[in-house]
């Protein structure tokens, strides 16, 4: 069972496990354990409440327990800060994390992205004037992390913006090539 502890709550985040959303201490939601014991990723996504001043949730606990073992459990603390009306917007998008590694690179780079729900995703690599370098994935993916290798050995050393977009959901990052 997971459920969120309205204690920590105050400010009215909403918090969706996933794609359920998690009002408090006595909501919850059932996982089924695989055989093998392990739980999978759960992907959480977390949404302004009521209150559009509230920049700041601020240890948002959620606790993964069995009923049949009370003794078992888990807690994962959450803290979301909103810096603007764009980042509230992404979190409302398919795309609700990224994260590009090794940065910089100078052969492959791996681009991570968390989604909220399976979609069509398109990549491409652009030099600071905004020309199109690399288009490298056009491809449909499913809901959770999904990682990506990117072929950059070809490419001259420099400063690059990957593009990824989903969706009218468009992120934006710097991707430095040196040899």
Same mark, same amino acid.
């Given at each position: 069972m997971l459920k969120l502890d309205a204690n920590t709550n105050l400010d009215g985040a909403i918090v969706t496990v996933g794609g359920t959303t998690v009002?408090? !201490?006595?909501?919850? !939601? #059932?996982?089924? @354990? *695989?055989p093998n014991g392990a739980i999978g990723p759960i992907l959480v996504a977390v949404q302004r409440g009521a209150d559009p001043d509230v920049s700041l949730y601020d240890s948002l606990r959620l606790v993964l327990y069995s009923e049949c073992e009370p003794e078992i459990e888990a807690t994962v603390t959450l803290s979301v800060q909103f810096v603007n009306t764009s980042s509230t917007k992404e979190l409302n998008e398919d795309i609700i994390g990224t994260r590009i590694f090794p940065n910089p690179t100078s052969d492959a780079v791996t681009v991570e992205l968390n989604l909220l729900r399976s979609t069509q995703v398109h990549i491409g690599l652009y030099d600071l004037l905004g020309n199109l370098q690399m288009r490298d994935l056009e491809s449909y993916l =499913?809901?959770?992390?999904? /990682? +990506?290798?990117? #072929?950059? =050995?070809? +490419? @001259? *050393?420099?400063?690059? +913006?990957? /593009? $990824?977009? =989903?969706?009218?959901?468009? $992120?934006t990052r710097k991707l430095v090539i040196n040899r």
């Amino acid at each position: 069972m997971l459920k969120l502890d309205a204690n920590t709550n105050l400010d009215g985040a909403i918090v969706t496990v996933g794609g359920t959303t998690v009002l408090g !201490i006595n909501n919850w !939601i #059932d996982y089924a @354990v *695989p055989p093998n014991g392990a739980i999978g990723p759960i992907l959480v996504a977390v949404q302004r409440g009521a209150d559009p001043d509230v920049s700041l949730y601020d240890s948002l606990r959620l606790v993964l327990y069995s009923e049949c073992e009370p003794e078992i459990e888990a807690t994962v603390t959450l803290s979301v800060q909103f810096v603007n009306t764009s980042s509230t917007k992404e979190l409302n998008e398919d795309i609700i994390g990224t994260r590009i590694f090794p940065n910089p690179t100078s052969d492959a780079v791996t681009v991570e992205l968390n989604l909220l729900r399976s979609t069509q995703v398109h990549i491409g690599l652009y030099d600071l004037l905004g020309n199109l370098q690399m288009r490298d994935l056009e491809s449909y993916l =499913s809901s959770g992390t999904q /990682q +990506m290798q990117l #072929d950059v =050995s070809r +490419m @001259v *050393p420099g400063t690059y +913006m990957l /593009q $990824i977009q =989903s969706g009218s959901t468009r $992120i934006t990052r710097k991707l430095v090539i040196n040899r």
